[in-house]
């Protein structure tokens, strides 16, 4: 059964980057302490996919220090699902994604 939080482990962002794919996705940012602080997708419109999304947004970051990743073509929706658990894990969204509205989830 796959966790509904993403669950793998941190990497460091910078020597991440060049190896990424163009798969479509979802990513985590997080700072030195592992706060996630951005959570993002890269869909159909990412000229390079994940490796693309995760390099502007990390421009547009500078806090941004680690990444994890995960393939999946229903990206949307698992994006939301992701921002609703942080919402339910920390009462609040990562600072990067506080304007965006979400519904409520109560995740085991």
Known sequence: MPAIRLT???LPLV?????????????QLANQD????????????????LRSA???AANEIPKA?????????AYLSRFKELLM??????N???????DI???TLSPS
Not at 85 to 90: L, P, S
Not at 92 to 98: G, K, R, T, V
């Open 8 to 10: 793998k482990p941190w």
């Open 15 to 27: 020597p991440t980057l060049p190896k990424l794919g163009g798969q479509l996705g979802v990513f």
């Open 34 to 49: 592992d706060e996630i602080i951005y959570i993002g997708y890269a869909g159909g419109n990412s000229l390079f996919g």
């Open 54 to 56: 995760i390099s502007q």
């Open 65 to 73: 220090a680690k990444v994890r990743t995960e393939v999946t073509s």
């Open 85 to 90: 658990v942080h919402k339910a894990d920390f």
């Open 92 to 98: 609040q969204l990562p600072i990067h994604n506080s």
């Open 101 to 103: 509205k979400v519904g």
